[in-house]
């Protein structure tokens, strides 16, 4: 069996060293699908095309997940079939229903530059974490840390951000099968997560880590929603890097600088601080031999300076606590959410 007799009109979304992505028409339905295309040779853990396939099929349907299709073989290649979603989060907040674009002339030089305005509403930006902590609610009761919570992987059937769907399983982690996986519970992979969407735990080398790291991951994706032109807090405090780089990988020293500049420096003995983080003060952390400078954490208006719902402040103060063990979970922030 070829591919051609199952899908046609095959046109490239993406391409990476780890997968190959095309929108095509399904013969048999004529609806347009999306294929994500691994070579059966390509091996390179924590990924995996066929765990994320089990993933996707067990985990759908479910409204905040995307759709699977189907899981298929042909040839060299293993390829994971979802719904063909219209957006990712990157290019929604960039349409003009959320974004004020203007021009900037430089006269000088004879150059002009583009400065994007926010102007999403709060009430979506709320209606958007209820939603995404409904999704990851799902997910995490499931058994399943996400592992790469960024705007490129939260889709959208149109342009509404009130409804995200969570996508791309490929490094996610199976909580009850990790014998299979090839990480145990304790000792599981910290090169996880995209740039600086990855939890200072990881940074630290914390291997025994569970669902909280995608909540940290969803805190910083609010720095950028609630930001009046879609910069991200952690890059405001660096000037090496331009807003352009958010996804990309950085230094792992350098960002969790840049999070001690943001966050605050963490304590290990002031147990009253909301900077306090127990785990640190273990002798295999090595974190107290580190002479670091400290800061104190930005305040809420620098954070998420567009901000004005106390409540949202509230769960967001919890979503970047350091303390893992005490840090808000999916479930809570949807609790939450759903009483207001």
Same mark, same amino acid.
């Given at each position: 069996?070829?591919?051609?007799?199952?899908?046609?009109?095959?046109?490239?979304?993406?391409?990476?060293?780890?997968?190959?992505?095309?929108?095509?028409?399904?013969?048999?339905?004529?609806?347009?699908?999306?294929?994500?295309?691994?070579?059966?040779?390509?091996?390179?853990?924590?990924?995996?095309?066929?765990?994320?396939?089990?993933?996707?099929?067990?985990?759908?349907?479910?409204?905040?997940?995307?759709?699977?299709?189907?899981?298929?073989?042909?040839?060299?290649?293993?390829?994971?079939?979802?719904?063909?979603?219209?957006?990712?989060?990157?290019?929604?907040?960039?349409?003009?229903?959320?974004?004020?674009?203007?021009?900037?002339?430089?006269?000088?030089?004879?150059?002009?530059?583009?400065?994007?305005?926010?102007?999403?509403?709060?009430?979506?930006?709320?209606?958007?974490?209820?939603?995404?902590?409904?999704?990851?609610?799902?997910?995490?009761?499931?058994?399943?840390?996400?592992?790469?919570?960024?705007?490129?992987?939260?889709?959208?059937?149109?342009?509404?951000?009130?409804?995200?769907?969570?996508?791309?399983?490929?490094?996610?982690?199976?909580?009850?099968?990790?014998?299979?996986?090839?990480?145990?519970? %304790?000792?599981?992979?910290?090169?996880?997560?995209?740039?600086?969407?990855?939890?200072?735990?990881?940074?630290?080398?914390?291997?025994?880590?569970?669902?909280?790291?995608?909540?940290?991951?969803?805190?910083?994706?609010?720095?950028?929603?609630?930001?009046?032109?879609?910069?991200?807090?952690?890059?405001?405090?660096?000037?090496?890097?331009?807003?352009? /780089?958010?996804?990309?990988?950085?230094?792992?020293?350098?960002?969790?600088?840049?999070?001690?500049?943001?966050?605050?420096?963490?304590?290990?003995?002031?147990?009253?601080?909301?900077?306090?983080? /127990?785990?640190? %003060?273990?002798?295999?952390?090595?974190?107290?031999?580190?002479?670091?400078?400290?800061?104190?954490?930005?305040?809420?208006?620098?954070?998420?300076?567009?901000? /004005?719902?106390?409540?949202?402040?509230?769960?967001?103060?919890?979503?970047?606590?350091?303390?893992?063990?005490?840090?808000?979970?999916? /479930?809570?922030?949807?609790?939450?959410?759903?009483?207001?």
């Amino acid at each position: 069996m070829k591919l051609t007799d199952l899908y046609i009109d095959k046109k490239q979304i993406y391409s990476s060293q780890i997968s190959d992505i095309y929108s095509a028409k399904d013969v048999k339905t004529n609806t347009t699908v999306c294929l994500k295309i691994v070579d059966v040779d390509f091996s390179i853990p924590p990924h995996s095309i066929k765990r994320e396939i089990q993933l996707v099929k067990r985990l759908s349907p479910h409204p905040r997940i995307i759709d699977y299709v189907g899981g298929l073989q042909i040839d060299d290649d293993i390829i994971l079939v979802t719904t063909l979603y219209k957006h990712n989060l990157s290019e929604l907040v960039k349409l003009p229903r959320y974004c004020k674009r203007t021009t900037k002339f430089d006269f000088t030089n004879g150059t002009h530059a583009y400065i994007d305005r926010n102007i999403i509403d709060e009430s979506d930006i709320k209606q958007w974490l209820k939603q995404m902590s409904c999704g990851l609610k799902y997910i995490h009761n499931s058994g399943i840390i996400h592992r790469d919570i960024k705007p490129s992987n939260i889709m959208f059937v149109n342009d509404d951000i009130t409804q995200p769907i969570i996508g791309d399983f490929g490094i996610s982690y199976d909580v009850n099968n990790d014998i299979n996986s090839g990480e145990l519970a %304790t000792e599981k992979y910290i090169d996880v997560c995209t740039g600086i969407f990855k939890s200072p735990e990881l940074l630290l080398g914390i291997t025994d880590y569970l669902y909280e790291i995608d909540i940290w991951s969803l805190a910083i994706i609010l720095t950028i929603l609630y930001s009046p032109n879609f910069e991200s807090v952690l890059i405001k405090q660096d000037e090496e890097l331009s807003n352009d /780089e958010i996804e990309c990988v950085i230094s792992d020293l350098h960002l969790l600088s840049n999070i001690f500049k943001t966050f605050g420096t963490p304590s290990v003995t002031d147990v009253t601080s909301e900077l306090y983080w /127990e785990e640190l %003060t273990s002798k295999t952390s090595h974190f107290t031999k580190f002479k670091l400078i400290e800061h104190n954490r930005l305040d809420d208006s620098q954070l998420i300076p567009r901000c /004005e719902d106390k409540s949202i402040g509230f769960l967001f103060r919890k979503m970047t606590k350091y303390d893992r063990t005490t840090r808000v979970t999916s /479930e809570e922030i949807y609790s939450e959410l759903t009483n207001q």
